[in-house]
């Protein structure tokens, strides 16, 4: 883009392109037809301080303003520094109530993707089902 008029001026920013045409930005969830890969990932908490391991044997999520599926993995390391293990991904749907899963290690974080046409959300406050365990043989 060459040329913008931010929000202030109008609704939405506008930029005038190398084309001659001038193009409305922020309007819709997709992208002239195209859907807009939407990608949140969260840090990674710990139990104890890292001292503990810890099963996640479900989730409830919250998710607001949701249209289409959303994606979710979970991110699991025993030790700051270790490789990262994905249990997931798992669908989420606008009417899913909890997710089981079997997931485990000191750390996890979550990675959310929603990749389709008018798809959206906006993430509340998700419920973890978490218990202590110990070091599986």
């Known amino acids: 883009r060459t040329a913008w008029a931010d929000a202030d001026v109008f609704s939405n920013p506008i930029a005038a392109g190398f084309d001659g045409y001038l193009y409305q930005h922020n309007v819709g969830d997709d992208a002239n037809g195209a859907a807009i890969e939407k990608n949140l990932e969260a840090a ?3 139990m104890d301080k890292g001292n503990s ?5 479900g989730i409830v999520p919250d998710m607001k303003d949701q249209a289409g599926t959303v994606q979710m993995t979970l991110l699991c390391r ?3 520094n270790s490789a ?4 997931g991904p798992y669908d989420l749907d606008p009417d899913t109530e ?3 899963t079997r997931a485990d290690g000191r750390q996890a974080g979550m990675r959310l993707v929603s990749n ?3 798809g959206k959300f906006r993430l509340g406050e998700i419920r973890i089902d978490v218990d202590p365990s110990g070091v599986r043989a």
């Open 44 to 46: 990674p908490i710990d």
């Open 53 to 57: 391991r810890f099963d996640l044997s």
């Open 78 to 80: 025993d030790k700051p």
């Open 84 to 87: 990262v293990e994905e249990f």
């Open 98 to 100: 909890r997710v089981d």
């Open 116 to 118: 389709e046409m008018g």
